[in-house]
């Protein structure tokens, strides 16, 4: 198994406040995987120290098989990064701002056009200045600046901020970059948006990852939520837990007492309220 990002005993420190504290994560290469967690878990804090942004006060972080510390420009190239608190020069024109960043990561923006066809960015808006955009149209111009140059290793932080749902074509954009052999790491708040997209997630606590997962394999686990509705009206709803089979012979044995019966899968919000118990999350 190839890793695209090898991160152990990680901690940073802000003065006496430990935001991240023996932080452990492993990204395959070529895989989506959802990095989850509340305000202020450390999930920003651990992706600047990925891409070399801050150091750290210990630990170890590889990325694309080599040191983040000391690669240089050679690593940098083949990142695309898009920060949470994104920032652009205002004076510039779309086009401008885009050709610039192009320039500075050295490599051609050949993904520029279809970037900007699966967020809807209107073309001739590429002619106005910065200063002009609403904030959606800021945050398309700050992911196709992230995704143009075709990087390895993709890293978002809260890419769909903003974004209306015309704009969501990105999600379907992060795995069609995966089934060509690409890596992506994106934070998220919005948990439909990792059911649609991950491979895996990892949830983040306290500066720590305390669940690291295929999202596949935990749909598979959770319980299920049941509702059945009987002819006389009256209704019941629960989880289950277990195989299906015991609980649909008991129901099967109803017999006319029945009248529908629901039973799908939790969310991914079911995750945070068993594993993670943190009131702050919201999905």
């Not at 989850?36 to 920003?44: D, F, M, V, Y």
């Not at 769909?160 to 890596?183: F, Y």
């Not at 509705?229 to 006319?256: I, M, N, T, Y």
Request: glycine share 10%.
């Amino acid at each position: 198994m190839t890793l695209a990002i090898e991160v152990r005993g990680l901690e940073v420190r802000y003065g006496s406040h430990v935001a991240v504290s023996g932080l452990d994560l492993e990204v395959r290469a070529g895989e989506v995987f959802g990095f989850l967690g509340p305000n202020g878990a450390g999930k920003t804090t651990t992706i600047r120290a990925l891409l070399d942004l801050l150091r750290p006060d210990r630990g170890r972080v590889e990325v694309l098989g080599e040191p983040v510390r000391g690669a240089g420009g050679r690593l940098r190239e083949r990142l695309g990064f898009l920060p949470g608190d994104l920032a652009l020069f205002p004076s510039l024109r779309g086009s401008e701002t885009l050709d610039f960043f192009a320039r500075l990561y050295r490599r051609p923006p050949r993904r520029r056009d279809e970037v900007l066809d699966a967020l809807g960015f209107p073309r001739e808006a590429l002619r106005r200045r910065i200063r002009t955009y609403s904030t959606g149209m800021r945050q398309m111009i700050g992911i196709t600046v992230a995704m143009q140059h075709d990087p390895d290793l993709l890293v978002l932080d809260e890419p769909t901020t903003g974004l209306d749902p015309r704009a969501r074509g990105l999600l379907e954009l992060l795995r069609v970059r995966a089934d060509e052999g690409r890596t992506v790491l994106f934070s998220s708040h919005v948990l439909a948006e990792v059911e649609r997209s991950a491979d895996r997630l990892g949830l983040v606590k306290g500066g720590r990852v305390h669940l690291t997962e295929e999202v596949a394999s935990l749909r598979e686990r959770l319980p299920k939520r049941v509702r059945v509705r009987r002819r006389d009206g009256s209704e019941e709803q629960f989880l289950h837990e277990g195989e299906l089979a015991p609980l649909l012979a008991r129901l099967a044995a109803e017999g006319e007492a029945l009248a529908d019966l629901e039973v799908r899968p939790v969310d991914l919000a079911e995750i945070f309220r068993r594993e993670i118990r943190d009131e702050e999350f919201r999905a």
